[in-house]
């Protein structure tokens, strides 16, 4: 059996086992150190996580302690993913030709509106100098791994790319010619706009909790704000990175929170890992 839930309270505990006795799905409940665990079998678990979704979705006012469903446990991607930026600086430095992949896979505006879509995606895993690569190191290890933590391994991997991608992409075509950038840091601030937008609509949702939503609105842009902007930084590319995360954050608030199983983590990383590994190839 697979744990649904774990870390409840008694009330909450009994309330989700009500439930999915009413749907008739087989659970098992156990007392695990100061709270409670329901495990179901493999097979029933998206079906319960739907009907535990649909019982609170009717009950809105339920408080938040109750309401939530559980987060993803702790993991260490978005430390991985920090890994991976830092092995790939390592080889192109010790290589000594960055020049080379910097005119090859660089966020080059005129090259993508020109149909070097790409470049959008290589652009993120390449970087100036050591500076430059640990500021992004560290923001993808903290924010990546929170998304990871919250939405699952494959679906947060996903996600910031994606955001950083399309951060890229609205860049090229606003400038659409005469400018080159490189770095992760577009992804960083997708990243970091992704939480802010999960943040916003998780509270929006709930009537009580609308003004809260705000205020995670304004903590999201107060960071864009103060980590986003400086010299030799390209503003518009935060901007645009956050932007696209925002979007990715509410989306997956409304329509892909549930999503847990380990098929469709797998799936979303495999996705992940493709567009990584096919601009690659294409740039070359």
């Known amino acids: 059996m697979m744990t649904l839930f774990e ?38 678990l998206e079906r319960a996580l739907k009907a535990v979704s649909a019982y609170i979705s009717e009950n809105p006012e339920l408080p938040r302690d109750e309401a939530d469903l559980p987060e993803f446990r702790k993991t260490f991607a978005g430390l991985c993913l920090a890994a991976g930026l830092a092995a790939v600086h390592a080889v192109i430095a010790r290589g000594g030709d960055s020049r080379i992949f910097l005119d090859a896979y660089g966020s080059s505006a005129s090259r993508i509106v020109g149909g070097e879509y790409y470049r959008v995606v290589t652009a993120l895993l390449l970087h100036a100098d050591i500076a430059h690569l640990a500021g992004n190191v560290i923001g993808i290890a903290l924010f990546g791994s929170a998304i990871c933590s919250l939405f699952g391994w494959g679906a947060g991997c996903l996600m910031i790319l994606l955001s950083g991608a399309a951060g890229n992409l609205m860049n090229a075509m606003m400038h659409q010619t005469g400018h080159v950038s490189i770095g992760a840091s577009t992804a960083v601030f997708g990243a970091i706009g992704i939480l802010t937008g999960y943040q916003f609509h998780d509270k929006f949702k709930r009537r009580t909790k609308r003004a809260g939503a705000w205020l995670s609105l304004g903590g999201g ?47 979303c990383g495999a996705i992940a890992a493709a567009m990584i590994a096919s601009s690659w190839v294409r740039g070359f």
């Open 7 to 44: 870390g409840l309270k008694g009330v909450q505990a009994n309330i989700y086992a009500a439930v999915l006795a009413a749907s008739r799905i087989h659970y098992r409940l156990e007392k695990t150190g100061p709270g409670w665990s329901i495990l179901v079998h493999d097979e029933d």
């Open 221 to 267: 842009l107060a960071l864009l704000g103060m980590l986003g902007s400086g010299p030799f930084t390209d503003i518009m590319a935060h901007f645009w990175g956050f932007l696209a995360g925002m979007a990715l954050g509410v989306l997956h608030g409304m329509w892909g929170r549930h999503a847990r199983n380990t098929a469709y983590q797998a799936a």
